[in-house]
């Protein structure tokens, strides 16, 4: 499964390197909770490495467990997921093909995400060898993969306070403000998180300073999106 991320990536390109691209598919899900820049590095990825890529859609939205935004949410997720892309295997003739996941050692504690890999049959060589974000960042700088440097990032739906109901308008525009936002910062990385009608935004440390003296400008594209307003989260953002 080929998210776009670094973890994945890496993990497609050690398959095509011992398997020989013929006997690999790199399998990319679009979806109201996926970003489009997510997608696009997918793609840049199975460009590089010559491989088969798939692009298959999936509404979770249409899921009330997924759409409730339960602390379930992740593991319907997954088993909707995967069910899609047996699917997508059988139909186009390769459902002998084993599905493999990018998890890493340092993701492996509190996602009910895991429980449905495990239970679907999904192999996650990571988590087999103890593997960490920072061995898999190396990696990709040796391997010279287009995501050795993008940032992290996960689903839309983690943007949305749990219990708040996900709708596909309020997912586009958390993607979109998070574009301008971002830009605006000079492309930093961070996080818009909806509570209750307002945005949280996260930031590394280093970056604070930028949203303050921008201020101005962040409250109005956030506002003009039809947000109630912002805060910014004094907790800095640290993921890798």
């Known amino acids: 499964m080929l998210s776009g991320g670094v973890d994945s990536s890496v993990l497609t390109y050690l398959a095509v390197k011992a398997s020989g691209p013929e006997n690999v598919i790199a399998i990319t899900v679009n979806s109201p909770l996926t970003f489009k820049i997510d997608v696009d590095f997918a793609c840049k990825v199975t460009k590089l490495l010559n491989v088969r890529h798939l692009i298959v859609q999936v509404d979770e939205l249409s899921n009330i467990n997924i759409a409730l935004n339960t602390p379930l949410r992740c593991y319907y997720c997954k088993k909707m997921r995967i069910k899609v892309i047996r699917e997508a295997l ?15 050692i340092d993701e492996a504690h509190g996602r009910p995400g895991l429980k449905a890999l495990k239970e679907e049959g999904v192999y996650s060589p990571y988590l087999m060898f103890d593997v ?40 586009d525009l958390i993607e979109e403000l998070e574009i301008e936002v971002g830009k605006l910062l000079g492309n930093a990385t961070l996080r818009a998180r909806m509570s209750n009608g307002y945005i949280r935004i996260e930031v590394p440390e280093d970056v604070m300073h930028r949203v303050f003296n921008l201020r101005h400008e962040i409250m109005r594209i956030i506002e003009d999106k039809g947000f109630k307003g912002v805060t910014l989260s004094l907790k800095p953002y640290a993921r890798r």
């Open 90 to 104: 059988k139909a186009h003739g390769y459902d002998h093909f084993k599905i493999i996941d990018g998890t890493n």
């Open 132 to 171: 960490t974000k920072n061995e898999i960042r190396e990696l990709a700088c040796r391997f010279g993969l287009p995501t050795a440097h993008k940032p992290p990032n996960s689903c839309k739906a983690t943007r949305i306070e749990l219990f708040t109901p996900l709708r596909r308008e309020i997912l």
